[in-house]
Nanobody, 129 residues
Framework: QVQLVESGGGLVQPGGSLSVSCTVSERVFSGYAMGWFRQAPGKEREFVAALNWGSGREAYSDSVKGRFTISRDSGKNTAYLQMSSLEPEDTAVYYC??????????????????????WGQGTQVTVSS
């Protein structure tokens, strides 16, 4: 079974930056998606960002667009989420996800939660002064 190991996260002040990473135990093949969801206390889990592993095409939620950047290192089977201009509303547990649903090279990666069947254990990001 594929394992996703997240690292990074922590406490940061409003306006600051933070990065989280996710390493997959098996090779991630072109034609699939990988991304991040988050869940704040008392709220539903929501889409943050995703990447078409083959083309590198990205997708972001409106709430993080322009502030967060998703990227990958194919050789390390690792995805990164660089977060900047962080706000208290970004406080949440961040989950790395992978999808086994095939994705065309030119396609925008999925945003729907049900498309992702591999989930990491989550890493806490807290934005507070």
């Amino acid at each position: 079974q594929v394992q996703l190991v997240e690292s990074g996260g922590g406490l940061v002040q409003p306006g600051g930056s933070l990065s989280v990473s996710c390493t997959v135990s098996e090779r991630v093949f072109s034609g699939y998606a990988m991304g991040w969801f988050r869940q704040a206390p008392g709220k539903e889990r929501e889409f943050v960002a995703a990447l078409n592993w083959g083309s590198g095409r990205e997708a972001y939620s409106d709430s993080v667009k322009g502030r967060f950047t998703i990227s990958r290192d194919s050789g390390k089977n690792t995805a990164y989420l660089q977060m900047s201009s962080l706000e208290p509303e970004d406080t949440a547990v961040y989950y790395c996800v992978t999808s086994s649903a095939p994705l065309r090279y030119s396609a925008t990666p999925y945003e729907e939660r049900e498309k992702y069947d591999g989930w990491g254990q989550g890493t806490q990001v807290t934005v507070s002064s």
